[in-house]
């Protein structure tokens, strides 16, 4: 069973999405998507894991897909989006796990997705019972001097002013690793992928500088170096990545955010890596590896 619906949030439609298995649920999982794209993105993944008896929910992160409150909107997240977007999360996984209740939750999270899903585990981490984190993005050092440079942008051009500029800076870098170059050709080893990020007005934007600032205080905040002590160090939490991914930097980078969370006090954060993929591992032409990957966690770490 698959349905669509809206949660006013802020008094915004929130634009949601769940994909449910036929008879009782075995567990639950909430999906909080990447940047500059939308939930329908998911529904392999969801389709899978409904088929193997899992309850799977995301929406459209504000800002994003359906919901905003007019087309050009997309890419602008409203008011206090650092803040708003993990608060959507953390909400929208309490509602689900009222709709199953005794039912366990795992919260993934995809590149963007993943410093909301972060910012989760710092706020609200008793709303899940498991993290699994993909593409995660490595802590950038320019992100205070980032934020600085947005903030002054804004007082001149406005918040909802998109800067070619600032895409290039963060962007740019990711492009120049691959021939031959184009604009997504980081995210996807497969030509199709690549394509539908090129020709789908929904996939095909720049963020706002209302978007950039709200995306340089999650990185700020999830990688703040000031000690965290978790609220339940067996949260179990798996890190997943394409190797040829420079979204997370590097793998040994990768390998340092999940050290950092074992630092923390966290004693389950194992990291996989696959070989000759790039950023969307759940759209990757190997997605069917990652996929019995996630059912092994699910199953490992839900009790089911």
Request: net charge positive; glycine share 8%.
């Amino acid at each position: 069973m698959e349905k669509t619906f809206t949660v006013n949030r802020d008094g915004l439609d929130i634009s949601c999405l769940l994909a449910a298995p036929e008879g009782e649920a075995r567990g639950l999982v909430y999906i909080s998507h990447g940047m500059i794209e939308m939930k329908e993105r998911y529904l392999p993944l969801m389709r899978h894991l409904a088929g193997r008896g899992y309850a799977c929910q995301i929406h459209d992160q504000r800002g994003h897909g359906q919901s905003v409150k007019s087309p050009s909107d997309l890419g602008y997240l409203y008011r206090d989006g650092a803040r708003a977007l993990p608060r959507d999360v953390a909400d929208m996984c309490a509602m689900l796990k009222t709709q199953y209740p005794g039912k366990k939750l795992c919260l993934i999270g995809h590149s963007m997705g993943s410093l909301v899903s972060l910012s989760c585990l710092k706020q609200y981490s008793g709303s899940f019972d498991a993290l699994l984190l993909s593409g995660c993005p490595a802590p950038n050092p320019a992100a205070g001097p980032g934020m600085a440079m947005v903030k002054a942008m804004k007082l001149i051009k406005g918040e909802r002013y998109r800067s070619r500029m600032l895409e290039n800076i963060m962007f740019g870098p990711y492009q120049k690793r691959f021939t031959p170059r184009s604009t997504y050709n980081w995210i996807n080893t497969d030509p199709a992928e690549v394509r539908l990020h090129e020709t789908d007005p929904a996939m095909n934007y720049s963020f706002t500088l209302n978007g950039c600032e709200a995306l340089l205080g999650l990185m700020r905040f999830d990688y703040d170096k000031t000690p965290f002590r978790p609220r339940d160090p067996r949260l179990p939490i798996l890190f997943l990545a394409g190797e040829d991914d420079p979204c997370i930097g590097s793998p040994a980078q990768l390998r340092a955010v999940a050290d950092r969370l074992q630092k923390d006090g966290y004693q389950d954060v194992p990291v996989k890596v696959y070989p000759g993929v790039r950023h969307e591992i759940f759209r990757a032409p190997e997605k069917e590896v990652v996929f019995s990957d996630v059912d092994a966690f699910l199953g490992r770490t839900l009790g089911v």
